[in-house]
């Protein structure tokens, strides 16, 4: 199965600030690559993906970067803001019926 | 668009008894939806995936005699925790893939807090 790790766990950053998480997996055959964001007692939305065949999407402040021969793809988020506040999850898929596997979370705390 | 809703948001019941949860997709079919459940502070974990008019396939581990699934249309799927125990009390929390566009795309619902005393 895939095993995917998630880099950093938490992630501290004042507003305005830059912010980056990465998102390693092993399966080579995983072709679609979300990153989701969930807020306390919710479920998670989806913020951004990209698929194999695309090296980089940005959707104004939020980009992921993907390098699928190291097997890592990464979110940036720019010019952050409190409300970005919350945990990142990053679920590597595309094989088995469009199943995904979800890396640990990465708690990110913007401060005012 | 890509809308999807979970009922009841919260449930609360009886060591012993069973729940029903629902998934359903809003504003488009949804062949397959997944079933999830996340402890406090930690991650999602896949259950199960159901296919419309088909019987659903669970992760090791998940006990399917427990965990029921039906998935009876393109737009609903429950999940029943039957003779439910303290130790199923998690969030359970559904997504739905569309049968046309983007087929990768997974949407999730809201959750449902389930607690069982």
């Known amino acids: 199965g895939e095993n995917v790790e998630q880099h950093p766990s938490t992630l501290s950053v004042q507003e305005g600030d830059s912010a980056v998480i990465k998102c390693t997996y092993s399966d080579s055959a995983s072709n679609y690559f979300p990153w989701y964001k969930q807020e306390l007692g919710k479920g998670p939305q989806l913020i951004i993906d990209i698929r194999s065949n695309v090296g980089e999407k940005k959707d104004q402040r939020i980009a992921v970067t993907l390098n699928k021969t190291a097997k890592h793809f990464s979110l940036h988020i720019t010019e952050t803001q409190p409300e970005d506040s919350a945990v990142y999850f990053c679920a590597p898929g595309g094989t088995s019926y469009g199943k995904l596997t979800f890396g640990q979370g990465t708690i990110l705390t913007v401060h005012p | 668009g890509a809308v999807v809703s979970q009922h009841p948001s919260w449930v609360i019941c009886k060591s012993g008894t069973s729940v029903k949860i629902e998934c359903r997709s809003l504003d488009f079919q949804a062949t397959t939806m997944f079933w999830y459940r996340q402890f406090p502070k930690q991650s999602l974990m896949l259950m199960a995936t159901?296919?419309?008019?088909?019987?659903?396939?669970?992760e090791q581990g998940v006990e399917k005699d427990k965990f029921l699934i039906n998935h009876a249309s393109l737009t609903l799927s429950t999940l029943t925790v039957t003779s439910a125990h303290p130790e199923d009390s998690s969030f359970y929390i559904c997504?739905?893939?569309?049968?046309?566009?983007?087929?990768?795309?997974?949407?999730f619902g809201p959750g449902t807090r389930l607690t069982v005393l």
């Open positions: 159901s296919n419309e008019g088909s019987k659903a396939t669970y």
């Open positions: 997504s739905a893939r569309r049968t046309s566009g983007s087929p990768d795309t997974q949407y």
